[in-house]
């Protein structure tokens, strides 16, 4: 009996933004060295002016891999911003699989692999799936308690999984070159929310994006309070933008935190200058995140899981005041550069 020929396999190209990774990004690289994937694979890593010794670590990363089949590249991102980055890494890369990775983002050992052979199933331009935060301390451990509970991002199925299908979105994602082409890339304007930006264009031009619980990347959350309001006032602020940028991308669940945010700042208006009765809200919402921990924090050390509320409201106060207070003037300028950067050098 004749052994079955082997199938040829994509080479992949594997591109990571980087500013001031020097915590993960070793770790993160070498995830993506360690893939169980036989095809041909390069990382570039496009490096914003870091504070830290980012640089210095990616250096030694070219070093390390000069001599093997599985190559890391570096390209500068003088802007630091995350799309600029992205696009200056597609163009320096030459595969027809393009993989984003974040330089805080650690690979399971399939993911490539597994992320290939569904491109390939399914006929996507894109997919992805789980944003799987994982913590380091007590605070972590109850800020990826709450990213990965539906009280805490609502039904998105790559923080809180679920079944495989078409998304409007997936975290970070495989693409196929020719979508990043066609789309031009990533738009330089948006600082946040570039990944969904890009899903909508790529879908409005009939192309699938698939999620699929077998991919998994694990996420290391922010390790503050501050940090972590930062983040999330981002997201709300960016995704607003999304929303004028293009009409029919809002829908309900992206509208809750923002709502949340009034009904509780009116009930604390009301219960000091008029009745007690305005406090119901404020309590209530209170209540509600207490009791939402409980599921969300079932195996956690005490102190992490009496965090989780903190990350709760954290999360849906900062979205909600970034997507209230998003500032026009920023809409206006994200809308006369319709034209997303076009990647006229790739290979």
């Given at each position: 009996m004749n052994a079955k020929p082997d199938v040829q396999l994509p080479a992949v190209s594997v591109i990571m933004p980087v500013l001031d990774e020097e915590r993960h990004l070793r770790g993160a690289v070498q995830a993506i060295l360690a893939q169980e994937y036989a095809g041909e694979m390069e990382v570039v890593i496009a490096i914003g002016?870091?504070?830290d010794r980012t640089e210095e670590i990616a250096a030694q990363l070219v070093a390390e891999t000069a001599s093997g089949n599985k190559r890391v590249h570096t390209v500068p991102n003088p802007s630091g911003r995350t799309p600029a980055a992205l696009n200056a890494a597609i163009k320096a890369s030459r595969h027809p699989i393009v993989v984003r990775v974040d330089g805080h983002g650690m690979l399971s050992p399939n993911y490539i692999a597994t992320a290939v052979r569904l491109l390939e199933e399914t006929g996507a331009q894109n997919v992805g799936g789980i944003m799987h935060a994982e913590g380091e301390n007590d605070w972590e451990h109850a800020v990826a308690a709450a990213m990965t509970s539906k009280i805490g991002v609502g039904n998105a199925a790559f923080h809180t999984g679920g079944q495989a299908g078409p998304a409007e979105t997936v975290y970070l994602g495989v693409f196929r070159r020719a979508?990043?082409?066609?789309?031009?890339?990533?738009n330089e304007e948006f600082i946040r929310a570039q990944d969904w930006e890009l899903n909508f264009r790529i879908r409005e031009a009939g192309g699938l994006i698939?999620?699929?619980?077998?991919?998994k990347v694990s996420y290391r959350p922010r390790p503050s309070v501050k940090a972590l309001a930062k983040q999330y006032k981002d997201y709300g602020r960016w995704r607003h933008v999304v929303a004028r940028y293009h009409e029919g991308s809002?829908?309900?669940r992206y509208?809750?935190?923002p709502t949340?945010?009034?009904?509780?700042?009116?009930?604390?208006?009301v219960g000091a200058a008029l009745t007690p009765l305005g406090f119901v809200i404020p309590a209530g919402y209170l209540a509600a995140i207490v009791a939402g921990s409980l599921p969300a924090g079932k195996g956690l050390p005490a102190k992490?899981?009496?965090q989780i509320p903190v990350a709760l409201a954290t999360m849906h106060m900062s979205w909600g005041f970034g997507f209230l207070t998003s500032p026009k003037a920023?809409?206006?300028?994200?809308?006369?550069?319709?034209r997303p950067a076009v990647l006229s050098d790739t290979h």
């Open positions: 002016p870091s504070k979508a990043l082409e066609q789309q031009g890339g990533y698939w999620f699929s619980p077998e991919l809002i829908n309900l509208l809750a935190p949340a945010v009034c009904a509780i700042a009116a009930g604390i208006v992490a899981r009496l920023l809409a206006r300028k994200v809308i006369a550069s319709r």
